[in-house]
């Protein structure tokens, strides 16, 4: 019998609301064994937003967040352990790619750098298994954006030689991976993709997210505001490009809703955040080649039926569907693919694509805490 490889997965995103963990088996092509997600209590998701902005007393801050995020972390992975009966020193390795509380890739004013938090020292003490991380920096230091960085695990494991494929990744921001039948894969940040919506309905209807598009259904696009939200300079951007909660937050909105000569319903507001994603994200897929393609979609966007309808809309050349007719639930992609990049890592192969972040060559990315 073929011994397993199995590593785990760790990933809290732009929307901070949970870590995903997910048990993978790499002997072959990733098989999910097991999943699990630990909600992150309110008060660590206002302290992450928090330090994605400049703002007094930063290192205490951040030093503190760090060490809890790290304990979090390492519980998630007992959890999912715990709950699918494996034993520590039967998985290989974890890969957490931390969360990411600033992100300046090559150009920003602020100089580049990128910082995702979650000690791996403690999840590999707490875990007693070897915990790779600190994914980003590599790539960065190459001369690339840091991220996407997910692409790589697309193109393993989604390519196809018969049809062209986007896979499309809607998380607090948006990315897509283009894997053409021919030529080479290519990927970058389109822009928010719930980050926004997310925000604002927290804020008029006090719900973490607007299930299924449901309110943003009922209002109308306020093709002002959509205009001006899509004049930012990040939209004309050629790739590779990456963005963050740096660019895109509450007072990025804000600013733009104060420059209209009187204020949209707040409905209205959040069917035009909804149009700003699902405009952005075709205009990039539409750029890519005039052919058709099968777009896949992954990440909590996967489940905004409303979201779903206006991207079949717009990119009428093309099928739109979750990535669960791949056979892998849209919700645990991003984990299990940084249990692929820790497998790279410690199998000392690439994990990041040039064409992808940009990056001068392609480099073994992540550090590795050993158990």
Known sequence: MTQRQLYIGLMSGTSADAIDVALVDLQFSPKLIAQHSLPLPYKIQQQIHALSLPDENEIDRMCALDTE??????????????????????VVAIGSHGQTIRHRPPGSIQGTFTLQIGDPNLIAELTGITTVADFRRRDMAAGGQGAPLVPAFHQAVFKSQKHDRVILNIGGMANITWLPAEGKTSGFDTGPGNVLMDNWVQTHLNKSYDANGDWASTGSVNPELLNLLLSDAFFSLPAPKSTGRENFNRTWLDNHLHILPSQPAAVDVQATLLEL????????INQLSPAKKEIF???????????????????????????????????????????????????????????????????????????
């Open 69 to 90: 995020l790290g304990q979090l972390f390492a519980q998630a992975s007992l959890d999912l352990l715990s709950k699918a009966k494996i034993a520590n020193h039967d």
């Open 277 to 284: 994603t699902a405009t952005s994200i075709a205009t990039s």
């Open 297 to 371: 979609v992954c990440g909590g966007g996967a489940y905004n039926t409303r979201l779903m309808q206006r991207l079949a809309n717009l990119l009428t050349n093309s099928t739109v569907m979750s990535t669960s007719a791949l056979g892998v639930d849209p919700q645990w992609i991003e984990a299990m693919a940084f249990a692929w990049l820790a497998q790279q890592t410690m199998h000392r192969k690439s994990g990041n694509l040039r064409a992808v972040t940009g990056a001068n060559r392609e480099v073994i990315l992540g550090g590795v805490y050993y158990a």
